[in-house]
T-cell receptor
């Protein structure tokens, strides 16, 4: 149980194009999903918190117009990197928190998406 | 400011050589401490959640413990397949929402 998928797993795009990454919770519903970014040999940095049916909350320093987040349903959140540049190349990971049961706050992570911008 | 510090940064063990990984934290009002395992190029895999000092949880060769200032991940008789980066995170309340604050991780290498 508690499986999260991401699609695509790898994407290579040209500078200036937009890329959409999907995050799905496969066997549970999540009102809240999270998007992280991870640089090589570094830990996960939270980019934004995505809530179903409302606007995402972005962390300080993260451009909301560049990283568009949509949480359309209880099982799907998308991250769109707009007008991508080489510095946006990174490993993007989403997580989902099951609708709270018994006070648990555990997040389950997807397998990640490797974005390379040429 | 809430912080999570993991040590050592890297650890090399022989198969069967038990050891412990440390996660020290400073957070106002701990709401949960989490351990994850991450393999290269993959997302973190959930291991344990600890909520209060004195709590312990076990899974196969791993045992996580929690005090008021730190958590330990004990690895008993590790095998090469235990090689991975182990991440510790604490739950922080931010603007009416909760978020995980991660440490930098301990990269464990177990050789046969």
């Amino acid at each position: 149980g508690a499986v999260v998928s991401q699609h695509p797993s790898r994407v290579i795009c040209k500078s200036g194009t937009s890329v959409k990454i999907e995050c799905r919770s496969l066997d549970f519903q999540a009102t809240t999903m999270f998007w992280y970014r991870q640089f090589p040999k570094k830990s996960l940095m939270l980019m934004a918190t995505s809530n179903e049916g409302s606007k995402a909350t972005y962390e300080q320093g993260v451009e909301k117009d560049k990283f568009l987040i949509n949480h359309a349903s209880l099982t799907l959140s998308t991250l769109t990197v707009t007008s991508a540049h080489p510095e946006d190349s990174s490993f993007y990971i989403c997580s989902a928190r099951p609708i709270r049961l018994a006070g648990t706050d555990t997040q389950y992570f997807g397998p990640g998406t490797r974005l390379t911008v040429l | 400011e809430d912080q999570v510090t993991q040590s050592p940064e890297a650890l090399r063990l022989q198969e069967g050589e038990s050891s412990s990984l440390n996660c020290s934290y400073t957070v106002s009002g701990l709401r949960g401490l989490f351990w994850y395992r991450q393999d290269p190029g993959k997302g973190p895999e959930f291991l344990f959640t600890l909520y209060s000092a004195g709590e312990e949880k076990e899974k196969e060769r791993l045992k996580a413990t929690l005090t008021k200032k730190e958590s330990f991940l004990h690895i008993t008789a590790p095998k090469p397949e235990d090689s991975a980066t182990y991440l510790c995170a604490v739950l922080q309340t931010r603007r009416r929402e909760t978020a995980l604050i991660f440490g930098k991780g301990t990269t464990l290498s177990v050789s046969s």
